[in-house]
């Protein structure tokens, strides 16, 4: 039987086959910013990439950050590591403002220190996550935009606090095992890695965030020498087990 390491070495070697046959073109991977819309395929899992109003800080397109090749190498790793039917372009840019946002029960946010959200998107996040949606939250840093995330999540759910969570959190065993929450601390701006969750009534987490870190750099740069395998490998494997619980509660 394959170790979860062995498992995991298999995938990425595919990954990196896959790249010597069909690389990504210089600005695929490093326009500013790409912002074209994807049409995905008819999977039965399509990963939502949401726009929302901002405050500027990353001139308006820090939604936009590693779009669309940390997407489509997270969707590979997906298929490839479990039975969810998901595909290398099974992601589309969503507006957290449309009603077409209840269509697509996984949604990431990039840059969530940009939100300022406007109050239809503050109802709808709260509709979404009460209609049983899953929202993660990756690529902020440092304690302003924290503030800035908790304060435009509390406008929609003002009665809601998030928990820390440590590595004993059955979301960092679901599928794989991290042993390590903090292998990605010296890639990463923020340097020390915090998890957050909330919860709703039954228990079940409906958002998280991972502060200080950036899982859509490792997910977008594994195969180059600033992404080491190791740290990038716990990327990954963290980016399932996520899927993996929102598709379960």
């Known amino acids: 039987m394959c170790t ?12 990196f086959a896959f790249l010597a046959i069909c690389p990504d073109t210089e600005a695929q ?4 910013w790409n912002t074209e819309q994807n049409i995905p395929p008819a999977s039965e899992v399509v990963v939502a990439r949401w726009t929302f109003g901002d405050n500027g800080w990353f001139g308006g397109y820090g939604w936009a950050h590693n779009y669309p090749t940390s997407d489509q190498h997270f969707n590979e790793f997906i298929a490839g590591a479990t039975g969810i ?17 209840f269509d697509y029960p996984f949604a990431y946010i990039s840059e969530p220190g940009e939100m300022q959200l406007t109050e239809i998107e503050v109802a709808n996040l709260r509709e979404f996550v009460d209609r049983g949606g899953f929202v993660l939250l ?12 908790r304060r435009q999540v509390r406008r929609a759910f003002p009665n ?15 599928h794989f095992e991290l042993n390590d929450l903090h292998a990605m601390d010296p890639y990463v701006p ?7 969750a909330m919860y709703n009534e039954a228990g079940d987490i409906v958002m998280i965030a991972g502060h200080n870190n950036d899982l859509a750099n490792f997910w977008d740069w594994y195969d180059q020498p600033r992404m080491p395998l ?5 990327a ?6 996520y899927m993996v619980y929102a598709l379960t509660h």
């Open 4 to 15: 979860d390491n062995t498992r995991t070495f298999i995938i990425l070697s595919t990954f």
């Open 29 to 32: 991977r490093y326009s500013r």
């Open 85 to 101: 039917d998901i595909e290398r372009m099974s992601y589309r840019i969503v507006q957290l403002g449309q009603d077409d946002v």
């Open 138 to 149: 990756d690529d902020f840093d440092g304690p302003q935009q924290l503030a800035v995330m």
């Open 160 to 174: 809601r606090d998030w928990v820390q969570l440590d590595i004993d959190h059955r979301m960092f065993h679901l």
């Open 190 to 196: 923020g340097g020390y890695t915090t998890y957050y």
């Open 230 to 234: 190791g740290p990038a490998t716990d």
């Open 236 to 241: 990954f494997r963290l980016g399932v087990n």
